[in-house]
């Protein structure tokens, strides 16, 4: 299986479709056989998906996802997590051991500008570093 966390520092990067980086992490039988950070070269928003895929990326861990890239990615047969905070590694290490604390019903709908220019939407998890579910 391999897994693919936004990825921004260490934590995880809360915007889906502006990610630049996602931790790759390569697990056999539950265990993290290897890991690498990988640039997306420029790919944003639907086409992360195809670049995901191309990857044989199975399941992705992420902050805020709008619908569009939630489709996109059920279209090429990903899994993923939403609405997830924190540090990568542990989110990682969560999930294998069944204790990933996510949000099924993660939203970024609101696309008429750009992020962290106050956009806030009360289905999204809280961003700690801004507090009451602000987040950049």
């Not at 009360?122 to 507090?131: E, F, I, K, L, V």
Request: charged share 20%.
């Amino acid at each position: 299986m391999r897994i693919a966390i936004t990825y921004d520092e260490g934590q995880i990067f809360q915007h889906f479709g502006r990610t630049s980086h996602f931790k790759l992490f390569d697990v056999d039988h539950q265990v993290v056989k290897s890991s690498e950070v990988v640039d997306t070269a420029g790919h944003g928003h639907g086409a992360l998906a195809d670049f995901l895929k191309g990857l044989k990326v199975d399941l992705v861990i992420c902050g805020n996802i709008g619908p569009g890239a939630q489709e996109a990615l059920n279209n090429a047969g990903i899994d993923f997590y939403g609405g997830v905070t924190g540090s990568v590694d542990k989110a990682a290490e969560d999930f294998l051991a069944g204790q990933l604390a996510y949000n099924p019903n993660v939203c970024c709908s609101d696309h008429d500008h750009g992020h962290g220019q106050g956009h806030f939407c009360a289905n999204h998890q809280q961003d700690d570093r801004s507090g009451g579910g602000w987040h950049e």
